[in-house]
């Protein structure tokens, strides 16, 4: 079983929360920000954490900012 972080279990959470509000499947959204599902996956589950480029691509597919992707991290520091 692959292992996972707390911060990628966090950030993972947090996508999928977002992606299942703009009612997106994983494939869906991998497609939208030139990825695939497996990888969509390993995010969700915590598995990868992704790199600048990769967040700046899953802001611009789920119509946000890359601020509402990382903001758990800024609401744990609080």
């Given at each position: 079983?692959?292992?996972?972080?707390?911060?990628?279990?966090?950030?993972?959470?947090?996508l999928?929360?977002?992606?299942l509000?703009?009612?997106?499947?994983q494939?869906?959204?991998?497609?939208?920000?030139?990825?695939?599902?497996?990888?969509?996956?390993?995010?969700?589950?915590?598995?990868?954490?992704?790199?600048?480029?990769?967040?700046?691509?899953?802001?611009?597919?789920?119509?946000?900012?890359?601020?509402e992707?990382?903001?758990?991290?800024?609401?744990?520091?609080?």
């Amino acid at each position: 079983m692959p292992k996972t972080s707390a911060e990628g279990e966090l950030f993972g959470g947090h996508l999928r929360e977002l992606r299942l509000k703009r009612q997106l499947t994983q494939r869906q959204l991998a497609e939208l920000c030139d990825s695939n599902e497996p990888f969509i996956s390993n995010l969700e589950r915590g598995v990868k954490m992704p790199s600048l480029s990769m967040l700046i691509r899953l802001a611009d597919a789920l119509r946000c900012k890359v601020a509402e992707l990382v903001r758990p991290f800024d609401q744990r520091r609080r």
